[in-house]
């Protein structure tokens, strides 16, 4: 399958040397019936303090490149380097935040979920709960450290999730559709969130998505990518953009133009 590849507005120029590169990545997984190529010759860097989103239709290998960025999987062609070394599997430097709500120890309280992956680690058990505290408190939920999960809602949990990842101060946080089984409302006040909290602590984050304006919000670049196998269909730069003025004519423009992308490459692809 042939697919015509465009790179769209500008591209991030910053000169640092990318914090994380994605080169030539193609990603395969067996099924029952057959080999399934995921992606084919993905291509992207990520810079420190990136917003990247990874955008596509179902199928098209976003959240299979996220777990080969977190080290769960590897590649069939190419390479993933996290500073320079190639990532040959799962790692304290990159964090991973999944979509499902009960991803917290059930009999541990809010506090001691936090601070877990840092007790495992080798943190100290002070250090370990004075950094979950803090987390927690940048997650605005400091009333809850004594909770246990069953106790919050689906929101809360994700973001005790967040706080729980960004405790171990991981070189980037990987989000894998954390918000897609949120109502509209609290959706959309996660994705505030995560910028303020973005915009306190400068972060590294790769977010996968399949929504468009949770794209376009959320980050600061956007890889769209084809139908499957996912291949990058365009570079998006949206930092420029603000993520409060939902109803402007430069956010409706840029929804509007990869709405396009996205349904011309599934035209292609069918």
């Known amino acids: 399958m042939s697919q015509v590849m465009e790179r769209a507005a500008v591209i991030d120029t910053t000169p640092d ?36 989103v990874l955008l596509g239709p179902s199928g098209c290998g976003k959240s299979t490149l996220l777990k080969a960025i977190a080290g769960f999987l590897h590649p069939v062609e190419g390479r993933i380097t996290l500073k320079d070394k190639v990532i040959d599997g ?3 430097d990159r964090m991973m935040v999944f979509q499902e709500f009960d991803q917290l120890l059930p009999w541990k309280t809010v506090a001691a979920n936090v ?10 058990r002070d250090e370990a709960m004075a950094r979950a505290r803090d987390a927690l408190a940048k997650v605005n939920l400091t009333k809850f450290i004594d909770a246990y999960p069953h106790m919050l809602s689906g929101g809360m949990k994700q973001r005790v999730a967040i706080a729980r990842a960004m405790a171990m101060k991981p070189d980037v946080l990987l989000m894998d559709e954390p918000y897609a089984a949120l109502d509209a409302l609290t959706r959309r006040k996660m994705q505030e969130e995560l910028l303020h909290l973005w915009n306190d602590v400068g972060f590294t984050l790769v977010f996968v998505t399949h929504s468009i304006e949770e794209a376009v919000v959320v980050g ?7 139908p499957h196998p996912g291949q990058v269909r365009a570079e998006l730069n949206c930092h420029d953009l603000d993520f409060t003025q939902r109803d402007s004519v430069e956010f ?4 509007a133009r990869i709405s396009h992308m996205l ?8």
Not at 115 to 124: D, F, R, T, W
């Open 17 to 52: 040397v990318p914090l994380v590169r994605v080169e030539g990545v193609t990603l395969q997984y067996k099924t029952p019936e057959h080999l399934v190529t995921a992606t084919y010759r993905v291509s992207f860097d990520i810079h420190k303090q990136d917003r990247l």
């Open 90 to 92: 799962p790692g304290p």
């Open 115 to 124: 601070a877990y992956p840092m007790l495992i680690n080798g943190v100290g």
């Open 220 to 226: 600061s670049r956007v890889v769209v990518l084809s």
């Open 252 to 255: 409706g423009r840029l929804t």
């Open 263 to 270: 349904f011309d490459s599934q035209t292609i692809a069918h």
